[in-house]
């Protein structure tokens, strides 16, 4: 990691107090206010901040891509002398791929479906008049291979939604690298990948940019992934810069208290351990100490996807002769990287989806052959906490009605049922008025709490939570992951948390099982497998966690 730090003669980009407004009635009047910095040549600059930190309209002032609702109202961005504020579209729209290149946090959204990657690419080529014919052909393929794609003769001709999240990021990169830009702007771009394609993507960005010789804005919420990449890094809070400086100066010697709050929130080994002997007494003393919840016997589930005109037939064994445990005061973590089936095993518990074979041992009884009229009076007892928290709350409903509805459908009188759910907001550490409110009045982090709430109101035995906090910042994580550890202890409640990330997993899990191509390849308690993993897969899942040579102070012995 290189120590540079900003000068005006390797400025290639200047941010100068640049202020963009938010309409009335928003949380505060300005999205990013009196923000300054530079873009050095040849370096990496992070920008670290939360969701609504203003880190991604900066990004967007930059490329000229502010929604019509949000306007600079002061402040320069210049560029080789050209304050972009004053450009006119044309003029952006020669400079945007060609001078700045963007990768977007979401592949799916931002590539079209219905167009083959490798005229994408081709298309931002055609789109400044360069390269053509096979010349244009053989610069797609020169793209795919610099980028790490396989095949790229096959893959040209391939649509997004036939790559994986991973390779449809490589095409992203692909796409802002077509025209050698002398600034990339990475804005979030491994955020929804597993911690292995992170990895890889990390790397790429970091090779590309020493070969290339670029200057790389790389937006980002998590402090691991800057100790791995930052030259230098910039801090930003609620639109304002509270932090600057280089890498190993902030990440070493953090200076405002939202920077140290980031970096103690980072993930790291195991500190579930200390609190397993107070757990253990309280179970003891309930004499419920070491009572199976679940216990699952080689469980299989195969897919079979039908065989079209280009298509083969393919069988995928999802989930493959898996046994597990899950008692009662306990959390058992499923770890493993997109298709290793564990969230799979989540679906089949919750009989979303039907099994092969095997059984599922709830509270002794096996739930697997019960039909869903027969599962109808046990589906109350097995509750999903749900990735994403946008997505799973109805947003025509108000929050009292989302808690109240499953309750009320069980026979709960209204008033009762309204009790628990003013009782149930207060347990997630929600104001009591947000039972009046709709899901767009909260936070991604306060919707997941909401969601946390639903999934208690029934008095559930088992929670199956599936990636609950993989789309949270990663403050936000820490607390989410707080409140489900202090609320397990308080109700006893069984858990199976599911998540690509050993980091997380190793923060709440009492034991572990990983798992690759739909068998457990490792388990054992968080420290073991940690610590002191045995399968090479679960040693490549953690080697590729972010900011393996860097310990944040807070986490230091």
Known sequence: MRDQTSSRSDALLQVQNLTVALPAGGDRPYAVRDVSFTLNKNEILCIVGESGSGKSISANAIMGLLPTYLKPESGRILFRDQDLLQQSEETLLGLRGKDIGMIFQEPMSALNPVMKVGDQIAEVMAVHQLYSGAARTARVLELLRLVGLPDPETLQHAYPFRLSGGQRQRVMIAMALALEPAILIADEPTTALDVTTQAQILKLIKDIQSAMHMAVMFITHDFGVVADIADRVLVMEKGLVVEQGAAKEILNRPQHPYTKRLIAAVPHGSNKETQQDLQAELLQQSGLANTPVLE???????????????????????????????????????????????????????????????????????????????????????????????????????????????????????????????????????????????????????????????????????????????????????????????????????????????????????????????????????????????????????AAIPGQDWKPMANRA
């Open 296 to 542: 699952v016997k080689n469980l299989r589930k195969t897919y079979v996807t039908a065989r079209g005109l280009f298509v083969q037939k393919r069988v995928v064994k999802a989930v493959d002769d898996v046994s597990l445990t899950v008692r009662r005061g306990q959390t058992l973590g499923i770890v493993g990287e997109s298709g290793s089936g564990k969230s799979t095993i989540g679906k089949c518990l919750l009989k979303l989806i039907d099994i092969d074979s095997g059984q599922m041992l709830f509270d002794g009884k096996d739930i697997a052959p019960l039909d869903p009229a027969q599962f109808r009076p046990l589906r109350h007892k097995i509750q999903m906490i749900f990735q994403d928290p946008f997505a799973s709350l109805n947003p025509r409903h108000t929050v009292g009605r989302i808690l109240t509805d499953g309750p009320i459908a069980n026979g709960v009188p209204r008033a009762q049922a309204e009790l628990r759910a003013r009782e149930l907001l207060k347990l997630v550490e929600l104001e009591e008025s947000a039972f009046d409110r709709y899901p767009n009045a909260f936070s991604g982090g306060q919707r997941q709490r909401i969601g946390i709430a639903r999934a208690l109101a029934l008095n559930p035995e088992l929670l199956v939570a599936d990636e609950s906090v993989s789309a949270l910042d990663v403050s936000v994580q820490a607390q989410v992951l707080k409140l489900l550890q202090d609320i397990q202890q308080r109700l006893n409640v069984a858990m199976i948390f599911i998540t690509h990330d050993l980091r997380v997993a190793a923060q709440i899990c009492d034991q572990i099982v990983v798992m690759h191509k739909g068998r457990i390849v490792e388990r054992g308690a968080p420290t073991e497998v940690f610590d002191q993993p045995k399968d090479p897969y679960t040693k490549k899942l953690i």
